[in-house]
């Protein structure tokens, strides 16, 4: 079901930033989780992805050892933190959530059944 939006970010020291989702009628625990990045005329792009069955995670090459997926379970909340960002980053990124396999996000470009609203993300030179 869908996430409550607007993701919310919080800054922390140097350049790190950590965007929240947060469920209040539904478990993340019972879905699998995705954070995407979208731009206007560009489809949506899978940034990473957690599963629920093993907590399985997958990244995007571009983000590998800069951003990391967590799912809270006692405040009922996922995050994405995000780390050593770059100018490139810019974009909004949503939080998903799906009772199906992320997989097929990943290889065959389907997408989750829902959303968060987004929330922009511009990182400046």
């Known amino acids: 079901v869908q996430p409550v939006e607007p993701a919310v970010g919080s800054v922390q020291p140097r350049w790190s930033l950590i965007l929240s989702c947060a469920a209040t009628?539904?478990?993340?625990?019972?879905?699998?989780i995705g954070w995407f990045r979208h731009a206007p005329g560009r489809e949506r792009e899978p940034v990473s992805c957690?599963?629920?069955?093993?907590?399985?995670?997958w990244s995007a090459d571009w983000v590998k050892g800069r951003f990391t997926i967590a799912r809270d379970s006692a405040k009922n909340m996922i995050h994405l933190q995000m780390n050593n960002r770059e100018p490139d980053d810019t974009d909004v990124y949503c939080c998903?959530?799906?009772?199906?396999?992320?997989?097929?996000?990943?290889?065959?470009?389907?997408?989750?059944?829902?959303w968060g609203q987004g929330t922009q993300v511009t990182v400046s030179a």
């Open positions: 998903a959530d799906d009772q199906l396999d992320y997989s097929p996000w990943i290889v065959a470009g389907s997408t989750p059944d829902y």
């Open positions: 957690m599963a629920t069955s093993d907590g399985g995670t």
């Open positions: 009628s539904f478990s993340f625990n019972d879905f699998n």
